[in-house]
């Protein structure tokens, strides 16, 4: 990540013409020869000088700080979207938003309502569990009684031993390190913020094992797989799962479905319902 001077002056330049003295609260005042604010004006709004303004606009300015860029985003009144773009054009992390994924949108939950015919989880991309629907229950049980801040699939895995009881035992070693190659690839997304480093924190502190497979660096994005469920009803069953996710990325939408000719333990979830599972939630 670099400072991208041409495209960054670029935008800033387009960004200035898309905006009228009226869009800022100034008065429009004589009539003007260009469209859109001058650059003294986006200056005073900024609160720097109208020479270092005129530099960052032609490409001959140093690395602009993050809190010059902060000052651009409310004066030129950036979108968030913008305002993101705008901060990796000038070489930096755009802004964390602390409530990245922490939230069920609207669209995921329209989405779970109408998926009810297969087992649908929603899970942040940190892997906390935000939603599922009766037969996702049914499968990996109830987190009723599970303090909404525990109920992180990566953090239970490591932390109880129930919970990793209900997988093919001989799959635990591949799961475990699948689990946190992705995890890794989601923190690295987010550039370290602060859930990621808390959830961190208490993985390295409380994880059984966590720390030596974090240590390895390993980092891949979970997009499908299968998986082999011990059930305490049905016995050994398998499902597959196909993971889709946000464009920001920051939530996944989990569908479980059987593998070819594997409709009978779909069927019989269904008859069990989501009352038969209630201590050992978990997730993919």
């Known amino acids: 990540m670099g400072l991208q001077r041409d495209d960054l002056a670029d935008f800033l330049r387009r960004s200035r013409e898309r905006l009228t003295p009226r869009d800022v609260g100034l008065a429009e005042g004589p009539r003007r020869r260009t469209p859109g604010l001058r650059r003294?004006?986006?200056a005073m709004l900024a609160g720097m000088s109208a020479d270092y303004y005129?530099?960052?606009e032609?490409?001959?300015?140093?690395?602009?700080?993050?809190?010059?860029?902060a000052a651009l985003t409310r004066a030129l009144r950036l979108t968030p979207d913008e305002r993101d773009h705008?901060?990796?054009?000038?070489?930096?992390?755009?802004p964390e938003d602390a409530r990245a994924g922490e939230y069920l949108r609207p669209s995921m939950l329209y989405l779970l309502d109408r998926l009810d015919s297969v087992p649908v989880q929603v899970l942040s991309d940190l892997g906390d569990l935000l939603a599922q629907n009766d037969l996702a229950q049914a499968l990996f049980g109830c987190v009723c009684t599970v303090a909404p801040e525990d109920r992180n699939i990566v953090l239970r895995w490591f932390t109880e031993p129930e919970v990793r009881s209900h997988f093919a035992p001989e799959e635990h070693e591949e799961h475990a390190r699948q689990m946190v190659a992705?995890?890794?690839a989601a923190v690295t997304r987010r550039g370290r913020d602060a859930a990621s480093r808390a959830l961190l924190t208490r993985l390295r502190e409380a994880g059984d094992?966590?720390?030596?497979?974090?240590d390895r660096h390993e980092v891949a994005v979970r997009r499908s797989h299968r998986y082999r469920f011990l059930h305490p009803e049905l016995g050994g069953i398998e499902f597959d799962c196909e993971l889709l996710a946000t464009p920001a990325a920051d939530q996944r939408l989990l569908?479980?479905?059987?593998?070819?000719?594997?409709?009978e333990a779909l069927d019989?979830?269904?008859?069990?319902g989501p009352q038969h599972r209630h201590a050992t939630a978990t997730g993919s």
């Open 40 to 42: 003294e004006e986006v």
């Open 54 to 56: 005129m530099r960052l």
């Open 58 to 69: 032609q490409a001959r300015s140093p690395q602009p700080s993050a809190q010059m860029l």
């Open 86 to 94: 705008l901060y990796l054009l000038a070489g930096h992390r755009p």
């Open 182 to 184: 992705d995890l890794r």
């Open 209 to 214: 094992g966590f720390a030596a497979l974090w």
């Open 255 to 263: 569908v479980f479905t059987p593998p070819p000719g594997g409709t």
């Open 268 to 272: 019989m979830l269904r008859v069990l």
